[in-house]
């Protein structure tokens, strides 16, 4: 008896698997696609209301001599101070026990114990108990500063503002970036046309970076497909 082994380089099924096993390791260790960058918000403008013949007010066409310069209208920027701070803590303790405890006499026959050689035979005692101590602690804190001037894109009928807008710095291998959208109050915008955004509605706030360094911190698909394997999740 004779046996052959195949050559991979003319066995087309072994090269199908070999292709398909280089490709499946190729994408183990690639990262996640990222999200794609957002263009500059856009605002809805309102549409221009047509002339009136032979007026002097054309309504959407007058000018403001007399206001503040704080953000009112779509189209207007404001800066958002970013001062979110959150702190979470959480610590649990149980303790339970039980015990129990039973006595069996020894019975009496006829006016007489059940015994041999004096020991008695049917008496004794039960006693059992269980314990259970248990605790657990849990802390985070989160901390983001900075500035951030966004558009008002839209204005509800009630005077509050939809504010959008996004922050780009290339700093070497990365790209750091910053999102916010919520909804805010004029009252709440400081004469020095400036918002907090503890006072933003609705917040939507994304910090985060992108680049060879974000690539090297984020764990690829082959390690996150064990890891999650593993972990039960």
């Known amino acids: 008896m004779t046996w052959m082994i195949a050559d991979p380089k003319t066995d087309p099924v072994r090269r199908l698997a070999a292709t398909a096993l280089l490709l499946f390791l190729g994408a183990c260790a690639s990262t996640p696609p990222e999200a794609p960058e957002l263009e500059a918000s ?37 800066t958002v101070r970013l001062v979110e701070e959150t702190s979470a803590s959480k610590s649990a303790n149980t303790s339970t ?17 059940v015994t041999r050689d004096g020991m008695p035979l049917l008496g004794g005692t039960l006693d059992g108990g269980t314990t259970f101590d248990g605790a657990g602690a849990s802390n985070q804190s989160n901390s983001l500063e900075g500035d951030i001037t966004v558009t008002v894109v839209e204005r509800y009928t009630n005077g509050n503002l939809r504010i959008r807008g996004e922050k780009w710095v290339t700093l070497n291998q990365g790209r750091e970036f910053i999102r916010l959208s919520g909804i805010i109050r004029p009252y709440d915008i400081e004469p020095e046309n400036t918002v907090r955004s503890t006072r933003i509605a609705d917040a939507q706030i994304t910090y985060s970076s992108r680049g060879a360094l974000a690539a090297a911190n984020r764990m690829g698909l082959f390690a996150r497909f064990f890891n999650s394997l593993l972990s039960g999740y």
């Open 42 to 78: 856009m605002p809805v403008l309102p549409s221009a209301a047509p002339a009136t013949a032979g007026a002097i007010y054309r309504a959407q066409g007058d000018i403001r001599l007399f206001e503040d310069l704080r953000a009112s209208r779509v189209g207007d920027i404001l």
């Open 97 to 113: 026990s039980k015990s129990t405890e039973a006595t069996l006499g020894n019975p009496t026959i006829f006016g007489r114990p």
